[in-house]
């Protein structure tokens, strides 16, 4: 079956540490995301990849970094210049304009 | 600011009822308006969407209206059962500047047995 895959589903992060969070597809889509989602909030874009080697800041980069080195995967990591990592995060993948397909998501907290 | 504007926050229909959810947009530029559903735990899975150039969408018991001229689309759940229970997001995106979703803030749907 294809789909999105998000590893691991809960994570947790100590004071200072970086983490990086997961996500593959196999649906053979060029575009890649990654939101954040907070209660109340919906989701806000943290960054997207139209193809390999390139991405572009969303809304709310700051505090986060991303690569695209391969079409099918696309890792968040979380640095420790992110002040209030604690979130669940949905990575996302589309072929070119049109609708996005979600993984179901990484619940991040802090220790 | 919030490019789209999502109401109600929560809404609490019977079973059988009609459950209306309502979105608002400013930027004339959009122009595909889709809506996701979301259990707990879950990621948002594409419910229906629609494009401007129609003023109505229905597959099955689910409905889109899009009012072009007001800016506002609105999601109808008929014959509205208990496992319609979620959160529901709308949201909008311009097809060329790189397919980026504005999001509405959700609505957290209850169906009453």
């Known amino acids: 079956d294809g789909g999105i895959t998000q590893s691991p589903k809960y994570l947790f992060r100590k004071e200072g540490q970086n983490v990086t969070l997961s996500c593959e597809q196999n649906?053979?889509?060029?575009?890649m995301y990654w939101y954040r989602q907070d209660p109340g909030q919906g989701l806000r874009l943290i960054y997207y990849?139209?193809?390999?080697?390139?991405?572009q800041k969303g809304d709310i980069a700051e505090g986060y970094s991303v690569s695209r080195e391969k079409k099918e995967s696309f890792p968040l990591t979380v640095t420790s210049a992110q002040k209030n990592p604690t979130a669940f995060y949905l990575c996302?993948?589309?072929?070119?304009?049109?609708?996005?397909?979600f993984g179901d998501g990484t619940r991040l907290s802090i220790l | 600011q919030q490019q789209v504007k999502q109401s109600p926050q929560s809404l609490i229909v019977q079973k059988g009822g009609i459950s209306i959810i309502n979105c608002a947009y400013e930027?004339?530029?959009?122009?595909?308006f889709p809506w996701y559903q979301q259990f707990p735990g879950k990621g948002p899975a594409l419910l229906i969407a629609?494009?401007?150039?129609?003023s109505e969408k229905k597959e099955g018991r689910f409905t889109i209206s899009f009012n072009k001229s007001a800016k506002q689309f609105s999601l109808h759940i008929m014959d509205s059962q208990p496992g319609d229970s979620a959160t529901y997001f709308c949201?909008?995106?311009?097809?060329?500047?790189?397919?980026?979703?504005?999001f509405g803030t959700g609505t957290s749907l209850t169906v009453i047995p």
């Open positions: 990849s139209q193809i390999v080697n390139d991405f």
């Open positions: 629609i494009r401007p150039d129609v």
């Open positions: 649906l053979n889509h060029d575009a």
């Open positions: 930027n004339t530029a959009f122009d595909y």
């Open positions: 996302a993948s589309s072929i070119g304009p049109g609708p996005q397909h």
């Open positions: 949201a909008a995106s311009k097809s060329n500047t790189g397919n980026q979703f504005y």
